[in-house]
């Protein structure tokens, strides 16, 4: 699976911790991450993350690009609701790039959990999916 691992500056520490009790399933997927992320997930979880450039240099559109043409299959995106985000519309365009190619997206850790725990029992996160 090739996974898509985003999130905000005030979520850096769940997505670390979240990453951490999954790396062993997660060593088995392609990862990709935006920026500080990326780095994270790798010096803090000991994974296996290709950094693409952080959201507001563009990362998300990166992410989206790709989804768009069938190189990702599911997106982890940890987003603060609190905080002002200066590339808001990035943000909005990569999660209606899931909603418009039905790609599983987790925005909170509730439903990254549940996600990925749908995955590593071979579940399909998606109806569409599996036909």
Do not use: Y
């Not at 559109?61 to 987003?79: K, M, N, P």
């Not at 509730?110 to 399909?124: I, P, R, V």
């Amino acid at each position: 699976m090739n996974i898509a691992l985003i999130a905000h500056d005030g979520r850096k520490e769940q997505i670390v911790g979240l990453a951490t009790r999954h790396a062993a399933w997660l060593a088995t997927c392609t990862l990709m991450a935006t920026g500080t992320t990326g780095s994270r997930l790798k010096n803090e979880a000991g994974l296996s993350v290709e950094c693409l450039l952080s959201g507001p240099l563009g990362g998300d559109l990166q992410i989206g690009a790709r989804l768009a043409t069938g190189g990702v299959d599911g997106v982890i995106f940890l987003r603060d609701p609190m905080t002002p985000q200066p590339h808001e519309p990035d943000i909005n365009a990569l999660v209606r790039a899931c909603d418009v190619h039905n790609i599983p997206c987790a925005t909170n850790l509730a439903s990254a959990e549940l996600l990925l725990q749908a995955w590593q029992s071979g579940k399909t996160a998606s109806p569409l999916a599996a036909g």
